[in-house]
């Protein structure tokens, strides 16, 4: 998983150093918003019902223009994912981190008005479970480095908008899912499921 990350931020990089002296085609930026997520539950011990959760995301961005209308966007972005559990014991948070890497077309459909889409690879970095009831707090951070419980690396898609009110300032909106499930064998501790997210952000163009 290490070696992956390090060759997608590599080839973030190199965009970044091709953008530097490359007069328009290609611009530099950064964005950051918040995910509104939850879980898609599989197969196996998972007959509880889960709520969404608030979180964010930041990070930064490449536009490499191809077409008048088409445009690649590869981004690199830090991602809190997750989703909330309450039964009549208390109430249970997972929140996990990542490093999500967007591999994005986008689409130019009206003047500002673009559709993004694309695959998406995630990169989990750490796992908090929290349980609160009436008596306390219970909370548990994990390293994923140090643990086999989930996939370290999962695949998903991407599809939403981006609005540009100029060339350098713009919103964004979209829903990205995971393609992969997050491990093979659910239980009532670590349940099998798919991370889904709403997300909404603002992004800066330099």
Known sequence: MKKIL??????????????????????LGAKAGL????IIKDDGNNDFKTD????????LTLDIKLLENLAFTPELLY???????TSAFGEFTQRTSFIDVPILASIQL???????????????????NKFENGFGTVEQQIVE?????????????????RYDFNNQVGI?????????????NG?????????????IGLGVKF
């Open 6 to 27: 390090i060759l997608a931020m590599g080839l973030f990089i190199t965009g970044v150093a091709n953008a530097q002296s490359t007069d328009k085609a290609i611009r």
């Open 35 to 38: 995910n509104y997520s939850n």
């Open 52 to 59: 969404y959760l608030a979180g964010f995301h930041a990070g």
């Open 79 to 85: 991602s809190t994912k997750g989703y909330k559990s």
């Open 110 to 128: 009206a003047q500002g008005l673009n559709l993004v889409a694309g695959p998406q690879v995630s990169f989990l970095l750490s796992t908090n």
């Open 145 to 161: 480095d140090e643990s086999d419980r989930f996939k370290k690396s999962l695949v998903g898609g991407v599809i939403g908008f």
């Open 172 to 184: 964004n909106g979209r829903y990205a899912l995971d393609f992969q499930k997050n491990n093979e």
């Open 187 to 199: 239980s009532s501790t670590t349940p099998e499921f798919k991370n889904q997210v709403f997300q």
